[in-house]
């Protein structure tokens, strides 16, 4: 996928979580937004999917399911780590960046959706973007 697609997708997705959190505001389990917002993302004709398994791979073998998942895929390209914490902290960006590069994309949104406004809980996350 060309870099203008994954960046017109990713606003598509960050128009979709502000129709959430608009609905809903803060203060609900992750599982919730994460639902309300694959809804969303569909609605908007995009391809989705939850739970999506990351493979872990060490010396060329593919290690036992371990449970990595990513919390929503966009298109195939573009991952979503959904978060409800009280305040962001680099162990989340790490995880995303991790599962970034283990799944081989490009291009993350972490959406921390405990926040009151939720402008101040995104971020974006590239891995060789």
Known sequence: MDRERLNQISDIAVDCAF???????PGL???????????????????????VPVPLVYKGQQVSDIGYRLDILIERELVIEVKSVETLAP????????YLRLSDRRLGYLLNFNTALLKDGIKRVANNF
């Open 19 to 25: 129709r959430v959190h608009k609905a809903l505001g």
């Open 29 to 51: 389990l992750e599982s919730a937004y994460k639902a309300c917002l694959a809804i969303e993302l569909a609605e908007a004709g995009l391809f989705v999917e939850i739970e």
């Open 91 to 98: 162990v989340h960006f790490s995880q995303l960046l991790s």
